[in-house]
């Protein structure tokens, strides 16, 4: 069946620097992939969509790549600010669904000023 | 900017007692989904709907869930007999087109079963 990793569970760290997170998927090819920020007791916030047929994409500070051949997506945070603690989703659609998704169990960045 | 509005915030029930909660989708989006979150677990699918039917529904959405669209502005999500695994937060999401579209997400409902 279809899984994906987020393999950090936390992220910690220091204001200004790029955070780097990582999304891995297995046993299927999907046609995009979402990002999406979640803060405490609130629902996830779309930040980005790549499709699978582009590398990268960028919005403001945000950067999104999509590797089909390795099976992942690299979300990066450039001059990252205490703001932008939250914890980030991966989200991939349901295969051979329309839309549907299926979430990683996220990555909790902390930005410490 | 428009948003995803879910009523109520939060919900006790006894369990073994039937749910209903609304959610009010984008005016001018056509899918609707509810999904799930236990307590520190993962975002789970529970079901899309469009043009006044189920399109998908998981392994999760039992005969125990229905959902509908009772006139042209509310979703709702009705738990027939509540259990204790029932207890998680209750997302609401809508978007223009299925496919590669973002959704829009409320800020959900907090169902605690007692």
């Known amino acids: 069946s279809q899984k994906i990793e987020q393999n950090s569970e936390a992220l910690n760290i220091q204001e200004g620097k790029t955070a780097t997170l990582t999304c891995n998927y297995t046993?299927?090819?999907?046609?995009?992939l979402q990002w999406y920020r979640q803060d405490p007791g609130r629902g996830p916030v779309f930040l980005l969509l790549?499709?699978?047929?582009?590398k990268e994409k960028r919005k403001e500070r945000l950067k999104v790549t999509f590797d089909t051949t390795l099976k992942q997506s690299l979300f990066h945070i450039t001059a990252s600010q205490p703001a932008d603690s939250a914890t980030y989703l991966c989200a991939l659609p349901r295969g051979g669904s329309q839309g549907n998704l299926i979430f990683g169990k996220g990555t909790k960045l902390s930005v410490k000023p | 900017e428009p948003e995803v509005t879910q009523t109520p915030s939060h919900q006790v029930t006894q369990m073994g007692q039937e749910v209903i909660l609304r959610c009010v989708p984008i005016s001018n989006h056509l899918y609707f989904y509810w999904y799930r979150q236990i307590l520190g677990q993962k975002v789970e699918f529970l079901v899309s709907?469009?043009?006044?039917?189920?399109?998908?529904k998981s392994e999760i959405f039992d005969d125990q869930f229905s959902v509908e669209r009772p006139d042209g502005s509310n979703f709702t999500l009705k738990i027939r007999s509540t259990k204790l695994e029932d207890s998680a937060m209750y997302f609401c999401?809508?978007?223009?087109?299925?496919?590669?579209?973002?959704?829009?997400f409320g800020d959900g409902t907090r169902l605690s079963i007692l």
């Open positions: 999401a809508s978007s223009m087109t299925a496919g590669n579209q973002p959704q829009h």
């Open positions: 709907f469009y043009n006044n039917e189920i399109s998908e």
């Open positions: 046993n299927y090819s999907p046609a995009y």
């Open positions: 790549i499709r699978e047929n582009e």
